[in-house]
């Protein structure tokens, strides 16, 4: 049996469809389904058990859970604009850390998801190397929760057993339940075709031209193979980069959108809002090296081949992964 939290989420829906696709059926979600979109997710998959976050937490503590192979922790408050700060320090990394402790002390396999926000500005590199861990400063609140945990699990020694992700930009499928915080591939179809056109941030530094700030941006399927990767390997362990490897602007993305729904380029800069500014990444990239070193070798689609298959294959056609059309 695998666990996998934040199962009618984004990657953890798309996770268990690759699961799904492997054959494994005896899957219990932990989840709250408080949006439609997220019941959509679920409709296609196959899965034993939709369990309470809060509940399966108590099944934890007391050591109730049955036996497990794994347990893939994507469940978290991933907002980048949240203040709650009790708030996260709770639901992200004591949650994390209580799933871990069980893990280690039962030998289930601990697959959890960090985020490339832990590195902040970057001005010490995107390096998923643990010796540089203590000089990250993350940006937010919700970078700090996550880089909480993962010093947590480097005081433990608990990085040679468990393995920390840390998605970069994913974007795809399964993501329309997260409001604000869907990708700018999903924001900027609805755009094109309610207003046929797409806005974007104007940039405050003069080494970026407007809409030249850079992401490494990931589809969906390319983040569930990676992280599937771990689970076929018990024995390695670690903090990973989720990534591309490649830095694209956002001009990139939208000429891609455009091209995706055979539409002309009609680019609107914007305002950034002021609380975003002192906040804001110009460029984050992932250092690939790392997972490469380890034996990964699946190719990753580039940006304009995944943006087509999203629009193409489910945008316009209003469909989640593994469903029919809506």
């Known amino acids: 049996m695998i666990v996998v939290t934040g199962g009618a989420g984004f990657i953890g829906s798309a996770l268990i469809h690759g699961l799904n696709n492997r054959g494994v059926k005896e899957i219990w979600i932990v989840d709250q389904v408080d949006h439609p979109e997220k019941q959509k997710n679920l409709n296609p998959l196959i899965f034993d058990k939709l369990v309470d976050k809060d509940v399966f937490l108590n099944d934890v503590l007391e050591k109730k859970l049955p036996n497990c192979d794994a347990i893939f922790h994507m469940g978290a408050c991933s907002s980048t604009t949240e203040t709650n700060e009790s708030f996260l320090n709770e ?44 000089l990250l ?35 795809g499928p399964n993501e329309y339940h997260k409001q604000e915080m869907q990708s700018m591939v999903r924001k900027g179809f609805l755009q094109v075709r309610d207003t046929g056109k797409l806005r974007l941030f104007k940039s405050y530094k003069p080494e970026y031209a407007d809409g030249d700030q850079e992401r490494d941006f990931l589809y969906i399927k390319d983040a569930v193979s990676m992280t599937l990767y771990f689970l076929d390997r ?46 804001y990444q110009y460029h984050t990239c992932s250092e690939t090296q790392k997972i490469l070193n380890s034996g990964y070798s699946d190719p990753v689609m580039s940006l304009e081949e995944g943006i087509a298959d999203y629009i193409r294959q489910y945008l316009i056609l209003g469909k989640h992964l593994g469903s029919r059309s809506t």
């Open 91 to 134: 639901n992200n990394y004591e949650y994390t850390r209580h799933l871990a402790s069980f893990c280690l002390e039962k030998g289930v396999r601990f697959i959890y998801a960090s985020s490339a926000a832990t590195y902040g500005a970057g001005e010490n590199g995107y390096y998923d190397n643990e010796s540089k861990l203590k």
């Open 234 to 279: 018990p024995n390695l362990g670690g903090i990973f980069n989720v990534g591309s490897g490649k830095a694209r602007n956002w001009n990139d993305l939208a000429k891609a959108i455009f091209s995706a729904m055979n539409k002309k380029e009609n680019i609107e800069y914007i305002d950034m809002p002021s609380a975003l500014i002192k906040q």
């Open 137 to 171: 400063q993350p940006l937010n609140l919700y970078g700090h929760s996550k880089h909480k945990f993962d010093l947590w699990a480097q005081a433990q020694g608990a990085l040679k057993k468990i393995v920390g992700l840390k998605y970069f930009n994913v974007y």
